[in-house]
Protein backbone atom coordinates (compact mmCIF):
# COMPACT_ATOMS: atom_id res chain seq x y z
CA UNK A 1 0.00 0.00 0.00
CA UNK A 2 1.42 3.16 -0.96
CA UNK A 3 2.25 5.82 1.62
CA UNK A 4 0.55 9.44 2.00
CA UNK A 5 2.23 12.41 2.94
CA UNK A 6 1.22 15.87 4.05
CA UNK A 7 3.65 18.57 1.89
CA UNK A 8 3.20 22.24 2.64
CA UNK A 9 1.97 24.49 -0.17
CA UNK A 10 1.65 27.22 1.56
CA UNK A 11 1.31 29.09 5.04
CA UNK A 12 -2.28 28.48 4.90
CA UNK A 13 -2.33 25.33 2.98
CA UNK A 14 -1.09 21.67 2.72
CA UNK A 15 -1.43 19.11 0.46
CA UNK A 16 -2.32 15.17 0.99
CA UNK A 17 -0.52 13.24 -1.49
CA UNK A 18 -0.18 9.50 -2.48
CA UNK A 19 2.26 8.53 -5.25
CA UNK A 20 3.24 12.23 -6.17
CA UNK A 21 -0.80 13.05 -6.64
CA UNK A 22 -2.78 15.23 -4.29
CA UNK A 23 -5.41 13.40 -2.80
CA UNK A 24 -6.87 16.23 -0.38
CA UNK A 25 -6.54 19.03 0.70
CA UNK A 26 -5.90 20.93 4.55
CA UNK A 27 -6.73 24.28 4.50
CA UNK A 28 -6.11 26.79 7.27
CA UNK A 29 -9.38 28.79 8.58
CA UNK A 30 -9.61 32.28 10.13
CA UNK A 31 -9.59 31.11 14.07
CA UNK A 32 -6.04 28.90 12.88
CA UNK A 33 -8.23 25.76 12.72
CA UNK A 34 -7.89 23.64 9.81
CA UNK A 35 -10.24 21.69 8.06
CA UNK A 36 -10.06 18.92 5.06
CA UNK A 37 -11.21 19.22 1.50
CA UNK A 38 -11.48 17.16 -1.50
CA UNK A 39 -9.63 17.69 -4.61
CA UNK A 40 -12.80 20.06 -6.18
CA UNK A 41 -12.18 22.13 -2.93
CA UNK A 42 -15.56 20.94 -1.38
CA UNK A 43 -15.52 20.29 2.55
CA UNK A 44 -15.02 16.41 3.97
CA UNK A 45 -16.76 16.51 6.57
CA UNK A 46 -17.60 18.98 9.50
CA UNK A 47 -14.61 18.18 11.91
CA UNK A 48 -11.60 21.01 12.55
CA UNK A 49 -7.81 20.28 13.67
CA UNK A 50 -5.22 21.64 15.23
CA UNK A 51 -2.52 20.70 12.61
CA UNK A 52 -2.51 19.58 9.24
CA UNK A 53 -0.39 16.77 11.25
CA UNK A 54 -3.48 15.87 12.75
CA UNK A 55 -5.82 16.12 10.02
CA UNK A 56 -3.64 13.75 7.74
CA UNK A 57 -3.53 11.14 10.58
CA UNK A 58 -7.90 11.68 10.82
CA UNK A 59 -7.45 11.35 6.74
CA UNK A 60 -5.64 8.41 6.88
CA UNK A 61 -7.62 6.49 9.84
CA UNK A 62 -11.11 7.31 8.39
CA UNK A 63 -11.39 8.68 5.57
CA UNK A 64 -8.79 7.38 3.22
CA UNK A 65 -9.78 4.58 0.69
CA UNK A 66 -7.69 2.01 -0.13
CA UNK A 67 -5.40 1.92 -3.17
CA UNK A 68 -6.89 -1.05 -4.99
CA UNK A 69 -10.85 0.18 -3.59
CA UNK A 70 -13.47 0.46 -6.74
CA UNK A 71 -13.62 3.78 -7.58
CA UNK A 72 -17.10 5.49 -7.25
CA UNK A 73 -18.54 7.51 -10.54
Known amino acids: MSET ?3 R ?3 D ?3 ITRDGEVIAL ?3 L ?3 RWIL ?3 NDQRIGSRTFESPKEAHAYFVEEIQPA ?3 PRMG
Open 30 to 32: TSN
Open 37 to 39: KDT
Open 67 to 69: PDA
Open 5 to 7: KVE
Open 9 to 11: YNG
Open 26 to 28: VNR
Open 13 to 15: AYN
